[in-house]
């Protein structure tokens, strides 16, 4: 399934400071930034997940003022890459638009930077991905991370990147660029190894 890879990158239901289940908002370098790294490892699409109509709002502007016009004119890699990008509401939307596009239910990989009960390492998902029909969903939060409920319908944990340091809170668009250089880089045209 290397050429059926899904990103989301959700807003809601995502953790809030105080713990409680809150919408974060869509920073617009996310927006070019991970629809860059997801054009380049060749993911399918790359979608938003917000359910506030004035978020939706913002992103709906970006999108059409760099992939339409003046904007594709002046920077056309941009609005190549911006072409990876679909806005949902809610997760379900985004669960059933893929489905929908296959016919069948995606796989779900959750990230964190905490070790879950389903983890699977890198290595293993690269075999995954190799021997797999199924089309693949990876998601990441945003916020404080992606509440329980989310990571109960995942199939697999991927397990965390770590660094010999005490501290580990990357940046969302840090952490789409490496877990798909680790799993779909240059490597995985190697066999996976
Ligand atoms: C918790 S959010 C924090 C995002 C931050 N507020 C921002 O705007 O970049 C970051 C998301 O990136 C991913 N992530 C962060 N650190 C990670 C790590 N060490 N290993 C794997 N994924 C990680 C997870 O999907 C996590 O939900």
Redesign the pocket.
């Known amino acids: 399934m290397l050429n059926n890879i899904y990103v989301a990158v959700l807003h809601y239901p995502m953790i809030g400071k105080d713990g409680k289940i809150v919408t974060t908002a869509v920073?617009n370098m996310?927006v070019h930034d991970i629809a860059r790294t997801c054009r380049t490892y060749n993911v399918k699409r790359y979608y938003i997940v917000n359910n506030l109509p004035m978020q939706r709002q913002i992103v709906t502007r970006v999108l059409n003022y760099w992939r339409n016009g003046f904007g594709r004119e002046y920077n056309p890699s941009r609005a190549e890459a911006l072409e990876v990008v679909k806005l949902v509401s809610y997760y379900e939307d985004l669960v059933e638009d893929i489905a929908n596009e296959n016919g069948v239910l995606p796989l779900k990989v959750f990230?964190?930077?905490k070790t879950r009960e389903n983890t699977i390492s890198y290595e293993k998902m690269r075999k995954v991905i190799l021997s797999e029909e199924r089309p693949l969903l990876i998601?990441?939060?945003?916020?404080?991370?992606?509440p329980l409920e989310i990571s109960e319908t995942c199939d697999f944990s991927?397990e965390?990147?770590?660094a010999k340091s005490d501290f580990?809170?990357?940046?969302?668009?840090s952490?789409v660029a490496i877990?798909l250089d680790r799993i779909i880089g240059e490597d995985i045209y190697q066999g996976g190894k």
Do not use: K
Request: glycine residues 12%; proline residues 4%; positive net charge.
């Open positions: 920073a996310d990230t964190s930077a998601l990441f939060g945003t916020g404080r991370g992606m991927l965390p990147i770590r580990n809170h990357l940046s969302v668009r952490a877990t």
